[in-house]
């Protein structure tokens, strides 16, 4: 669990191991070292996608501008913008060939899993 | 007019608007589950307000890949009545039978108030029956009614036409202060480019009745009957 320099720990979050903070894309930093989670997850040994879906920058977006506010609130500045999404975990039972999986679930995020009107996404495969 | 009215798990103005159509315009009306692959010999459908599977993922997400939705997309191809009512509004557009979609309110509050709505286009099937210069006074209740459209999109519902309803004042202006969830350009309802296919997020079937103070929004139940009776012609 990382703290502020504040001294305050307001919301649960993971730092990125290879990332330094980054305020822009909170949701990013859900994509932790599995052997540093400390969340007591059962150990899983398939493939797993992970999907980071994000409000396009055009449409407006009041929740990350409300989470913003309060984190200013508590006096953290140097903030730019927030941006709450949504975050996917794909666990995969069969090791398919790594190529077919991508479009396979690029189509899924198009047609179902994201609103491309209204939100983008990253689409990220992990094999353990 | 035959009309089917949609039920999805998380449904819950099927009845309302069954009613309306049944038992104060006296038409012929039923309900079809959303599993159901065929509509039978319906002249129109109308996807009820709710909360189809809890607004999971997104409002309207998986519903739309229900199967009854294939029907309704060959019904709508083929020139057939579908109306969508706030949540039925958010299964439309997820299902690109309607342009734009609906996102979270501007407030991020719930909002239930009554609103009132100018008809902008009056020759589609779901607006013909509502007097000139009428303003519907109609309830809204959603937590996810802001109307989204790129500029370009905008642009071209614009300029075919496809703005049914805008939220106004009492004054008749598309203001701030009369959009209760920010969406743009005030617009609470659109249709395609054919004009057989609409969506508005406030509730017209609870405002058909003057027993519940408001009956305004019978006008766009009236205006599918009446283009039943005498079609008016669509764009092709």
């Known amino acids: ?128 | 007019m035959k009309c089917a009215v949609l039920q999805f798990p998380g449904s819950n103005c099927d009845q309302d608007c069954l009613h309306v159509v049944k038992n104060v315009l006296g038409q012929s009306a039923g309900y079809v589950w959303h599993k159901q692959t065929s509509l039978g010999d319906a002249d129109a459908v109308i996807v009820p307000g709710g909360f189809s599977y809890g607004d999971y993922l997104r409002s309207g997400a998986i519903a739309k890949c229900s199967p009854i939705m294939s029907a309704v997309k060959e019904f709508a191809d083929r020139g057939g009545l579908v109306l969508g009512i706030c949540n039925g509004f958010q299964i439309l557009t997820e299902a690109g039978l309607l342009p734009g979609a609906l996102v979270r309110n501007r407030d991020l509050k719930f909002v239930c108030e009554h609103v009132l709505l100018q008809t902008v286009s009056r020759g589609t099937p779901f607006t013909c029956a509502i007097p000139e210069g009428q303003w519907m006074r109609v309830p809204v209740a959603h937590g996810d009614g802001c109307y989204y459209i790129d500029p370009a999109g905008l642009a071209d519902i614009e300029s075919h036409g496809q703005i049914l309803w805008r939220y106004v004042n009492s004054s008749g202006v598309a203001d701030e202060a009369s959009n209760p969830n920010g969406s743009i350009a005030n617009i609470a309802g659109v249709c395609n480019k054919r004009g057989n296919v609409a969506g508005l997020m406030p509730h017209p079937e609870r405002a058909s009745e003057c027993i519940l103070g408001e009956s305004s929004g019978l006008a766009v139940f009236q205006s599918m009957v009446q283009h039943c009776h005498a079609p008016i012609l669509l764009n092709p």
Request: aromatic share 8%; net charge neutral.
């Open chain 1, 1 to 128: 669990m990382a703290r502020f320099r504040s001294g305050i720990d307001p919301i649960p979050i993971r730092f990125v191991e290879k990332s330094e903070l980054l305020w822009k894309y909170p949701t990013i930093q859900l994509c932790f070292h599995p052997a540093r989670s400390g969340s007591g997850q059962a150990t899983y040994h398939g493939m797993k996608a992970r999907i980071i879906i994000t409000p396009k920058k055009a449409v407006f977006d009041p929740q990350g501008k409300t989470v913003q506010n309060t984190l200013e609130h508590f006096g953290h500045t140097g903030i730019e913008a927030v941006h709450v999404g949504k975050f996917l975990e794909v666990e995969l039972t069969d090791r398919e060939d790594l190529e077919a999986v991508e479009v396979r679930l690029h189509d899924a995020c198009r047609r179902f899993l994201t609103n491309p009107v209204i939100e983008d996404y990253t689409l990220e495969i992990i094999h353990s």
